[in-house]
């Protein structure tokens, strides 16, 4: 099966094993070999460092940290937003396989799946969180000793081996309009630290106004301000005696929280700063000599699997990273993959891969904007700015480009000419000297992973919880789920907004799978003409759909062609679907449709008032997407829900 599908995708890409089982720790080193190792990390920011060579930055502790370590120019989140990356970092498994891809949803662990510090306290670590989780799932209470603001290696058992992770969130997305004040790190900032709005560098993307300026400058200071905090960690440890015992990690969890960086795919978005630093009694471990480079690609899928490797514990077979350092380190990596699914309550799903100087992206919803509403973002001044200067019509270039109504099904960057990731070279591949080989390459690759993997994103969300009820999606796609991925990836493959081939795809709405069902109905909504109305007439019947979202779909179709009549009370139905997934897939759908929802506003007030009260992120995803209808309508929105 697994043969026939790769040829499947390499005659695609022309056109356009089971996981074992957990593995015991092994018998770890003994106690004088095993290094204390240090995660300090923060939150949302690309390598705007100086050791980066951003001239922009003003990051003196970790330029010194780069300076006595090896700083990686190629290490990248396999997501673009923190749950999904932090699910894959403490598992050592792609969120795509465990289902975790999907924003503030809590799923059950697989059998035989365990956070990778449960083997080192095995192994005879002492491992403390300070504080932040967010993992998609319970934390198995065997996972910390402490997980706290509090926790700290302090309280370890003497001379006991610690690993310990800091999480810095003073760089996160919503501390650049937070006033000032709700940040203490900022205090220790000296005048000459803080950086000049009118001097900014700005990004091709974003328009040139005082309000953007002021963003960007914050995102700077920020860091400056983590920076501090980063020495303070590196202070403690010299305060312990502890810094030539201890190999320190330093990186981000993705990209900064500004427009196309965060929840984008664009390298803006994934690649990460990250620095390591090893003392001389661990030196043979590094990769490279104090102050040195590495090109290795790495990715957080790798982070988990390398951790035990450093400290001597065998690395369980069901960890799908490569390690990069230690005895266990493995062949280095070709390919990094990465994923962007649902983020509160915008739907998209999109995939990439990078070898580094090439980055492909598969974007799977292509009828759907390139930024589309998040209530938690628009609050941002640099999207309230997007927002205003394209309804003004003074965008131009890249900045006009990120606020279209659709975007490309395949995107390809050459990362080296193009870092901004402006020039999309799969529009024409013929024109650029061996570009259609690579393309190929990359998108063999992408498809490859999604079949060893069996990514759960090609389900629509709904649909995953209902084939995992009783077990985990990972659980699932092992079962029945490996033997259908292909033909779901295949009709998943097929949306690209084109008309044409659309009459030949008529047969995925009867097919028995409902995941076939509803890419096969993605495909006719993401068409960017009108269709003729003999085949829209060939669609309706999956208006009848025994899957929600395959009706939804087709509703959002007919409704596009003028056939709201029959589309929009299929769409208000939903609204009070029992399944909270299913709830809030009509609401997102109810607010794509713009001024056509206007029928059913006493449907969405109706539903808001049923909601108040209502606690848990679905609910509240469920007001946001209502929200954004009333937005939509020109109307007050009264959902309640502003973060």
Same mark, same amino acid.
């Given at each position: 099966?697994?043969?026939?599908?790769?040829?499947?995708?390499?005659?695609?890409?022309?056109?356009?094993?089971? %996981? $074992?089982?957990?593995?015991?720790?092994?018998?770890?080193?003994?106690?004088?070999?095993?290094?204390?190792?240090?995660?300090?990390? $923060?939150?949302?920011?690309?390598?705007?460092?100086?050791?980066?060579?951003?001239?922009? %930055?003003?990051?003196?502790?970790?330029?010194?940290?780069?300076?006595?370590?090896?700083?990686?120019?190629?290490?990248?989140?396999?997501?673009?937003?923190?749950?999904?990356?932090?699910?894959?970092?403490?598992?050592?498994?792609?969120?795509?396989?465990?289902?975790?891809?999907?924003?503030?949803?809590?799923?059950?662990?697989?059998?035989?799946?365990?956070?990778?510090?449960?083997?080192?306290?095995? %192994?005879?670590?002492? $491992?403390?969180?300070?504080?932040?989780?967010?993992?998609?799932?319970?934390?198995?209470?065997?996972?910390?000793?402490?997980?706290?603001?509090?926790?700290?290696?302090?309280?370890?058992?003497?001379?006991?081996?610690?690993?310990?992770?800091?999480?810095?969130?003073?760089?996160?997305?919503?501390?650049?309009?937070?006033?000032?004040?709700?940040?203490?790190?900022?205090?220790?900032?000296?005048?000459?630290?803080?950086?000049?709005?009118?001097?900014?560098?700005?990004?091709?993307?974003?328009?040139?106004?005082?309000?953007?300026?002021?963003?960007?400058?914050?995102?700077?200071?920020?860091?400056?301000?983590?920076?501090?905090?980063?020495?303070?960690?590196?202070?403690?440890?010299?305060?312990?005696?502890?810094?030539?015992?201890?190999?320190?990690?330093?990186?981000?969890?993705?990209?900064?929280?500004?427009?196309?960086?965060?929840?984008?795919?664009?390298?803006?978005?994934?690649?990460?700063?990250?620095?390591?630093?090893?003392?001389?009694?661990?030196?043979?471990?590094?990769?490279?000599?104090?102050?040195?480079?590495?090109?290795?690609?790495?990715?957080?899928?790798?982070?988990?699997?390398?951790?035990?490797?450093?400290?001597?514990?065998?690395?369980?077979?069901?960890?799908?990273?490569? +390690?990069?350092?230690?005895?266990?380190?493995?062949?280095?990596?070709?390919?990094?993959?990465?994923?962007?699914?649902?983020?509160?309550?915008?739907?998209?799903?999109?995939?990439?891969?990078?070898?580094?100087?090439?980055?492909?992206?598969?974007?799977?919803?292509?009828?759907?904007?390139?930024?589309?509403?998040?209530?938690?973002?628009?609050?941002?001044?640099?999207?309230?700015?997007?927002?205003?200067?394209?309804?003004?019509?003074?965008?131009?270039?890249?900045?006009?480009?990120?606020?279209?109504?659709?975007?490309?099904? +395949?995107?390809?960057?050459?990362?080296?000419?193009?870092?901004?990731?402006?020039?999309?070279?799969?529009?024409? $591949?013929?024109?650029?000297?061996?570009?259609?080989?690579?393309?190929?390459?990359?998108?063999?690759?992408?498809?490859?992973?999604?079949?060893?993997?069996?990514?759960?994103?090609?389900?629509?969300?709904?649909?995953?919880?209902?084939?995992?009820?009783?077990?985990?999606?990972?659980?699932?796609?092992?079962?029945?789920?490996?033997?259908?991925?292909?033909?779901?990836?295949?009709?998943?493959?097929?949306?690209?907004?084109?008309?044409?081939?659309?009459?030949?795809?008529?047969?995925?709405?009867?097919?028995?799978?409902?995941?076939?069902?509803?890419?096969?109905?993605?495909?006719?909504?993401? %068409?960017?003409?009108?269709?003729?109305?003999?085949?829209?007439?060939?669609?309706?019947?999956?208006?009848?759909?025994?899957?929600?979202?395959?009706?939804?779909? +087709?509703?959002?179709?007919?409704?596009?062609?003028?056939?709201?009549?029959?589309?929009?009370?299929?769409?208000?139905?939903?609204?009070?679907?029992?399944?909270?997934?299913?709830?809030?897939?009509?609401?997102?759908?109810?607010?794509?449709?713009?001024?056509?929802?206007?029928?059913?506003?006493?449907?969405?007030?109706?539903?808001?008032?049923?909601?108040?009260?209502?606690?848990?992120?679905?609910?509240?995803?469920?007001?946001?997407?209502?929200?954004?209808?009333?937005?939509?309508?020109?109307?007050?929105?009264?959902?309640?829900?502003?973060?």
């Amino acid at each position: 099966m697994r043969t026939q599908f790769r040829i499947v995708l390499i005659a695609l890409a022309a056109s356009v094993p089971a %996981a $074992c089982p957990a593995a015991e720790p092994g018998a770890a080193a003994s106690a004088k070999d095993r290094p204390n190792i240090l995660w300090i990390t $923060c939150e949302d920011l690309s390598p705007v460092l100086g050791c980066y060579g951003d001239r922009q %930055a003003v990051t003196p502790n970790l330029d010194r940290l780069a300076a006595q370590g090896v700083r990686y120019t190629h290490a990248y989140a396999n997501a673009s937003v923190c749950s999904p990356a932090r699910s894959t970092l403490i598992t050592g498994i792609y969120a795509t396989s465990l289902g975790t891809q999907h924003l503030r949803s809590v799923l059950p662990l697989p059998e035989g799946v365990r956070p990778f510090p449960v083997y080192l306290r095995q %192994a005879g670590y002492y $491992c403390t969180n300070n504080a932040k989780e967010d993992y998609q799932f319970k934390t198995p209470p065997e996972t910390w000793d402490e997980s706290s603001r509090k926790a700290h290696w302090r309280k370890r058992k003497p001379g006991q081996p610690f690993f310990s992770v800091f999480n810095l969130m003073t760089t996160h997305q919503s501390r650049i309009r937070f006033d000032e004040k709700r940040i203490p790190a900022m205090a220790r900032l000296k005048p000459n630290q803080r950086h000049d709005p009118a001097k900014m560098v700005l990004p091709p993307y974003y328009p040139d106004t005082p309000l953007v300026r002021r963003d960007v400058a914050r995102v700077y200071d920020l860091a400056t301000a983590m920076d501090y905090q980063v020495g303070d960690f590196l202070q403690q440890l010299e305060d312990d005696g502890l810094a030539d015992d201890t190999i320190v990690f330093f990186y981000a969890d993705h990209g900064t929280g500004m427009p196309r960086h965060k929840r984008f795919l664009h390298d803006s978005g994934i690649h990460v700063p990250l620095v390591i630093r090893f003392p001389e009694k661990y030196k043979h471990l590094a990769p490279a000599a104090p102050g040195s480079t590495t090109d290795r690609l790495v990715s957080f899928v790798d982070f988990a699997p390398t951790v035990l490797s450093l400290a001597g514990v065998k690395v369980p077979k069901i960890m799908q990273g490569v +390690v990069f350092l230690g005895p266990q380190a493995g062949k280095p990596r070709e390919y990094v993959f990465a994923y962007r699914d649902r983020v509160d309550e915008v739907y998209e799903m999109s995939r990439a891969v990078t070898d580094g100087r090439y980055l492909l992206i598969a974007n799977f919803m292509p009828h759907r904007p390139r930024m589309q509403k998040s209530t938690f973002s628009e609050i941002t001044n640099t999207r309230k700015e997007l927002r205003r200067v394209a309804a003004e019509g003074k965008l131009a270039g890249a900045a006009k480009e990120l606020m279209s109504d659709s975007k490309p099904n +395949v995107e390809l960057y050459d990362l080296r000419k193009d870092p901004h990731n402006i020039h999309n070279l799969a529009v024409d $591949c013929d024109r650029y000297s061996g570009t259609g080989v690579l393309f190929r390459g990359l998108w063999r690759e992408l498809g490859s992973w999604y079949d060893r993997t069996l990514d759960t994103g090609f389900l629509p969300e709904a649909e995953m919880f209902r084939r995992a009820q009783g077990t985990s999606p990972y659980s699932a796609m092992r079962g029945s789920g490996e033997k259908s991925i292909m033909k779901i990836v295949i009709a998943a493959t097929g949306v690209n907004g084109r008309a044409r081939g659309l009459p030949q795809r008529l047969k995925l709405l009867r097919d028995d799978d409902a995941a076939v069902r509803y890419w096969g109905a993605v495909g006719f909504l993401a %068409a960017r003409e009108t269709l003729p109305e003999s085949l829209v007439d060939k669609v309706a019947p999956a208006l009848q759909d025994d899957c929600p979202e395959v009706r939804f779909t +087709v509703a959002e179709f007919l409704c596009k062609h003028g056939r709201d009549k029959e589309g929009l009370p299929v769409l208000v139905e939903g609204l009070g679907q029992e399944d909270i997934h299913s709830r809030l897939y009509a609401a997102i759908t109810l607010a794509a449709l713009g001024e056509k929802a206007r029928p059913a506003l006493p449907q969405v007030r109706k539903a808001l008032k049923d909601l108040d009260g209502v606690k848990g992120d679905y609910p509240m995803f469920v007001r946001w997407a209502l929200g954004h209808v009333l937005e939509n309508l020109g109307l007050p929105n009264t959902s309640g829900a502003m973060p």
